[in-house]
């Protein structure tokens, strides 16, 4: 079974604060993507970052960055000096091979930055 | 602006009455999906369809129907709506192959039954 667990539900931090939001998937596939959503309070899903299950490399770009770590199975999001227009539910998805594209969520995590 | 439409994007329902969720894309899309979002729960997949006259059942299943009459279009249909059905439904596309090049979200629709 495939499965995708956010476990912080919600998340509060002050401005310029760094944050982590937490992803941990479960997949018996070797080949496998995984994504980042972002659904400011408009309600539209934001495209953030796609990663196959092939590349490690951890990426940057400007304040957001993510970790893939295959041996633990997760793909964390970071937020640096996060600002009050970062507030938003944030998604974590996982597409296995051979499934015709099939997104599994997890259950998102909503942030909240505060001035 | 190449994309996914859904119509409508706000709709209240009576208990029993029916409606239809139309999603259009104009990207040649292969792939089609119905996704609802409830608070707490993600995103959960109600239908997908990997190609014109083709529909599978997703996760949430019961209670809807889907139609792939042309491969632009993927309607939604709720025969009898139910208050359970109170959710924002969100449309996608993407094209198919091995490699998951990634998708196209409508900007949803939200939908309530009283």
């Known amino acids: 079974a495939q499965k995708v667990t956010q476990a912080q539900t919600e998340i509060s931090v002050v401005e310029k604060e760094d944050v982590t939001l937490d992803c941990v998937y479960e997949?018996?596939?070797?080949?496998?993507?995984l994504f980042w959503y972002k659904q400011p309070p408009s309600g539209e899903l934001v495209f953030l970052i796609r990663?196959?299950?092939?590349?490690?490399q951890n990426e940057i770009s400007g304040r957001y960055s993510w970790n893939f770590q295959k041996s633990t199975s997760s793909f964390n999001f970071t937020i640096t000096a996060s600002q009050v227009v970062d507030s938003a539910v944030y998604f974590c998805?996982?597409?296995?091979?051979?499934?015709?594209?099939?997104?599994?969520f997890g259950a998102g995590t909503r942030l909240a930055v505060h001035p | 602006n190449a994309g996914v439409t859904q119509t409508p994007k706000f709709r209240v329902l009576k208990t029993g009455q029916s409606m239809t969720l139309l999603c259009a894309q104009d990207?040649?899309?292969?792939?089609m999906y119905w996704y609802r979002q409830d608070p707490g729960m993600g995103l959960r997949l109600i239908h997908y369809?990997?190609?014109?006259?083709?529909?599978a059942k997703g996760e949430v299943p019961d209670g809807y129907n889907v139609s792939r009459l042309k491969k632009q279009n993927f309607l939604l249909g709720l025969e009898s709506a139910a208050p359970s059905q109170t959710s924002v439904y969100f449309c996608?596309?993407?094209?198919?192959?091995?490699?998951?090049?990634?998708?196209?979200f409508g900007s949803g629709t939200r939908l309530t039954v009283v």
């Open positions: 996608a596309s993407s094209p198919p192959g091995t490699v998951n090049y990634g998708y196209t």
């Open positions: 997949t018996r596939d070797t080949t496998y993507y």
């Open positions: 990663r196959n299950s092939f590349d490690e």
């Open positions: 998805a996982l597409s296995a091979s051979g499934g015709y594209n099939k997104l599994i």
């Open positions: 990207m040649n899309h292969e792939y």
């Open positions: 369809s990997v190609g014109e006259g083709t529909t």
